[in-house]
């Protein structure tokens, strides 16, 4: 009997009991977009949150996605993706630096964020601001979730880790997968953790 498979994400997939881990506010600060040269995307709700403005106010300027997932969001409101950064967002400095300096960057954010490779790249002279679009908070759904035993639990962000434990336990018979680095820092220590390839 195959064990039963849980994805704590916003995102949701047919081979597993989705449990949407967060609940999105949507915050609209005041951006002038002319003053960017590109766009940093790290999430599908970033480019929702985009949504509340103009299209032609920004649309024309690329994106570094961090994701294809976020890249594929962006491009399906008409948006061009500049570049894609493996799923990491420590990724995004390289390729932030692999730029002339002189290159206006507009990191479009949720309120709390893993990364700080904005904070780096400022630090070695780089032009990035920030602006909050989005704010997350534990959903109900992963508050009240019934967690089976003998499961395979799949988070795809350190505040999915966070919000689990804020009502649950791992047990030792769950195996804990992350989809990368950031994420399995979240998990406590003495739980084996195994990283997703992709």
Not at 81 to 88: F, K, T
Not at 142 to 155: E, R, T, V
Request: glycine share 4%; charged share 25%.
């Amino acid at each position: 009997m195959s064990k039963p498979i849980y994805l704590f994400s916003t995102s949701s997939h047919p081979d597993a009991i989705s449990i949407n881990s967060l609940s999105i506010e949507f915050l609209k600060p005041n951006i002038d977009f002319s003053n960017y040269d590109y766009l940093i995307i790290t999430s599908k709700q970033t480019t929702i949150a985009l949504k509340q403005y103009d299209l032609k106010e920004y649309i024309y300027k690329k994106a570094l996605c961090v994701s294809s997932q976020s890249a594929l969001s962006f491009e399906q409101i008409g948006g061009k993706v500049l570049a894609i950064g493996g799923g990491y967002g420590d990724n995004l400095e390289k390729i932030i630096k692999s730029y002339p300096k002189e290159c206006r960057w507009l990191y479009l954010r949720a309120k709390e964020v893993a990364s700080d490779f904005v904070k780096r790249c400022q630090e070695s002279g780089y032009d990035v601001d920030e602006k909050v679009v989005y704010e997350s908070r534990c959903s109900k759904d992963i508050l009240n979730a019934k967690i089976d035993k003998n499961s395979i639990l799949i988070f795809t962000s350190p505040s999915s880790v966070r919000c689990f434990l804020e009502n649950h336990n791992f047990d030792k018979s769950h195996k804990v997968i992350v989809i990368g680095k950031t994420t399995a820092k979240a998990i406590p220590k003495e739980i084996v953790t195994y990283i997703s390839d992709e």
